[in-house]
DNA sequence: GTGAAAGCGCTAACAC
DNA sequence: GTGTTAGCGCTTTCAC
């Protein structure tokens, strides 16, 4: 009966009758092994199924490739993943790998991950936060106090920290001027997730865009849909068939495409046409507002460009000796206008 | 002048006055400091821009957190994300972190993520390959010999390692067989990207599906056309306009989803109905093809499944203490049909 | 509270 | 060809 105990190279060393020097010239394929000893040792690494820990390696090698990390909410969706290639191709242009985790919305993942890539020598990190603006923030001051270099992509209250976002009420504002240049006046806007700052931050954007005229917004503008496609589309379906043909709004902005191209479909199954019966805009612009049988009109945000900016910033400091100011930047958004919204005649 | 050199705790020590020791105390936030002292310490540690180095800490604390990663070849293709997502599932559920990179197709990028992973300790790596079957796979090997588990999402010839995958060729198979069972008898194949394994994969099984009656079978029924939507969209158009009415097939297997929805826009816009006029079958079954305005038929691999298999086994190696025998499994796709075929009355 | 010293698992000279 | 030895930058007893 073995005792357990760590498999190390002095082990490996024991068993083949060498000297830990000589596994580790094996391991480097140093050619100034004899083939003999070199099989042998091979063969006792595989018996034993001894994995050389990278950190031992790296140690006196000095590094192990440049690299950064980004933490996005969500790996599926498309916003986020572009976001992503916009970072990597900037960091590849500089010699850095990009490595990428999804907290999932998850407030104990995106702590997990964080210190996983500082205790990993990953060496910056851009984080989609989760946080809300509580106070649950101690481990991104943990990253101040190590003097990690990070960027958010939404402001956090309470710390300051580098910061690339858009802004978020300005879009949905763009939304609803366009909307009622052209003559719509009847406009709901179909809300995010509960727990995300930007569905927040679009309610808001979309109840300012009523400020000159506070008495055309009521609460009942705001409808609760979140962005899952088959939610959207169930509720979807449950709006418009709970009430009268004449009541239908003339548009509805969308808290993002993904919900815009469900409500689509859902509208689409009530046999209501878009845009002759309903305009829609969506909200991001991923590919597939695009190429949707009915191109969605939508608000631009940068996603390459917000990953590329992060990606810039991160590595100036990255590369800094001495410890930079803060940056903050905010990106537009630009309205796209495709074929799912027209123009009211006015009647 | 400062000469240049590293910046380590006892520099930091050596500067405030005290031993490593107490640095690291601070860094590790001890309550044994006391506050005067923490504040100088932290104080200089700013100034001099100080970064602890993560992989000296590991060494001794022993570990990191657990990991494992996944380089995937395309960041934004849903069918690549979705198979990550299947990943992360199952490692969160044994405790893993996952971390992605993507080669974006490129052989360099997939041997450094390769060996940057190793290197960080990510304890074993799901890869989908970029190499042909070529002799390019020395990356490999080196893992192999460093006992590092890892987990191919695709046959590498040459190499004895485990693999997660699906049939492409019988897949394809499923799509052809179908449309005849339902009357069609002029089907062609828009291919993939030509240095794409799937690709080849998939012509050969759309070939095969002929093989009981050859002569129905010419190679222009195979259209080179990729899966980038933008050129598939003008490919499209020009494979259209270049000929006559009479001529248009009644089917197209197309290679992917993303391909299928860009094919699908160039129908619409060149007035050729789907599926009235042409039928479509999809293949992958990604989640935009399901929500597409003309609901795609395709054959769904099972992502999320593959992600979650590989993972599976990924973890048994990883977690095993002897070296396990490799294992293999393939999964088997299944046809989605939607609205996008339809039944051919016979003439 | 703080300092001194012994390692963590490996690599890289340099002997032999 | 192979063994010996001195670290890499940090953490962690254990004295003081």
Redesign the interface.
């Known amino acids: 009966m073995k005792r357990i105990q760590k498999l190390t190279i002095k082990e490996i060393a024991k068993r083949a009758g060498v000297s830990k020097g000589t596994v580790s010239a094996v391991?480097n394929e140093k050619d100034t092994v004899k083939q003999a000893t070199r099989e042998n040792v091979?063969r006792i690494?595989?018996?034993l199924?001894?994995?050389?820990?990278?950190?031992?390696?790296?140690?006196k090698r000095g590094d192990?490739?440049k690299?950064i990390g980004i933490i996005i909410k969500e790996?599926?969706y498309?916003f986020y993943?572009?976001i992503?290639?916009g970072a990597?191709t900037y960091a590849n242009s500089k010699g850095y790998?990009?490595?990428?985790?999804?907290s999932?919305y998850n407030l104990e993942?995106e702590k997990?991950?964080t210190?996983?890539f500082?205790?990993?020598?990953?060496r910056g990190v851009i984080i989609t936060p989760v946080v809300e603006g509580h106070s649950e923030i101690e481990h991104l001051f943990k990253l101040k106090?190590?003097?990690?270099p990070f960027v958010l992509l939404a402001d956090v209250k309470g710390i300051a920290a580098n910061v690339v976002e858009i802004d978020n009420e300005r879009a949905v504002g763009k939304a609803v001027e366009y909307l009622k240049r052209n003559g719509h006046r009847k406009i709901i806007h179909f809300a995010g997730p509960p727990e995300s700052a930007h569905t927040r931050e679009r309610i808001q954007g979309f109840r300012n865009a009523f400020s000159e005229n506070p008495l055309a917004f009521n609460e009942e503008m705001i409808v609760p849909v979140g962005s899952n496609?088959k939610v959207s589309y169930e509720k979807t379906m449950k709006y418009f068939k709970s009430r009268k043909r004449k009541d239908y709004p003339t548009a509805i902005v969308c808290f993002n495409d993904l919900q815009a191209?469900?409500v689509?479909?859902a509208l689409?199954d009530l046999d209501i046409k878009v845009p002759k019966d309903i305009s829609i805009v969506g909200n991001d612009d991923i590919?597939?507002a695009e190429?949707?049988?009915?191109p969605l009109t939508t608000i631009r945000s940068p996603q390459r460009e917000i990953g590329q900016k992060a990606a810039e910033i991160l590595i100036r400091h990255i590369e800094?000796?001495?410890?930079l100011p803060i940056e903050r930047i905010v990106l537009d958004t630009e309205l796209i206008i495709r074929k799912s919204t027209r123009k009211l005649s006015i009647k």
């Open positions: 391991l091979l690494m595989k018996d199924n001894y994995r050389p820990k990278g950190f031992a390696r790296i140690m192990a490739g690299s790996l599926n498309p993943t572009t992503a290639e990597k790998s990009l490595i990428i985790a999804s999932d993942s997990k991950l210190s996983l500082s205790a990993k020598d990953v106090m190590l003097n990690y496609s191209l469900a689509m479909t689409r590919h597939y190429i949707y049988s009915v800094s000796s001495n410890s």
